[in-house]
């Protein structure tokens, strides 16, 4: 596995987090989703994704060629860290329905596809659908299931709609990031008290960002 140094984590915590160091991580600018960004955050698109990610010079060609508008074509590759414990989310993907494919911030290293996401930004909605590279399914929000587990993430979907979409926001005062699901308006959060199965499980709950229940880290992953 390639190492390199991330900026966002100082390579001595990132070290007491996880036995792999992961990539370079990305910060960026925008403002416009389905509800006014939070206090101190900024919503980011493509472009700016692509572009500060090149300024870094965390990618391989053809992004290191510095062509922005092909830059923002091309879905940035992902690694999601969660700020409450330190832990890559991985795509369950071994797990039995209904429950395949559940979102958990779980895995102590970056160890590969599990922990993998392809941000596919859309223009048009101001949105990104995340892929998980473990089983090539989008991440849905379920907000049809009930109790505890109303509104987990799960990668399950072969196509892109409403359940599928996120906004993405940066702190650049903290140097964290949220994700707002369109299809109910609340926030990801990581649920660090559940025990069992759903243990770290990622659920679109919070009306805020609250602190480090809703915030993560990302780090780019592209080839």
Known sequence: MRRTTSVLLSLSALLAASALTVPTAVAAPRADGPAAAPAG?????????????????????????????????????????????????????????????????????????????????????????????????????????????QNVLRARSTSVGGWERFVLYYNETLDRWALQSTLNGLFVAMENGYTGSLQYALRARSTEVTGSWEEFALYDIGA
Request: zero cysteines; glycine letters at 6%; a negative charge.
């Open 41 to 149: 955050w900024e919503a980011v698109d493509a472009t700016a994704l692509a572009r500060i990610t090149g300024e870094k010079d965390a990618r391989r060609a053809p992004l290191a060629a510095g062509d922005t508008a092909a830059a923002a074509a091309e879905p940035e590759l992902l690694a999601v860290q969660s700020a409450r414990n330190d832990r890559f989310v991985a795509t369950e993907k071994n797990y039995a329905e209904p429950n395949t494919g559940l979102q958990r911030a779980r895995s102590t290293e970056f160890g590969g596809s599990w922990e993998s996401y392809a941000f596919e930004w859309d223009e048009a909605t101001g949105t990104y659908a995340l892929r998980s590279l473990a089983n090539n399914r989008y991440v849905a929000v379920e907000k049809n299931y009930t109790g505890s587990a």
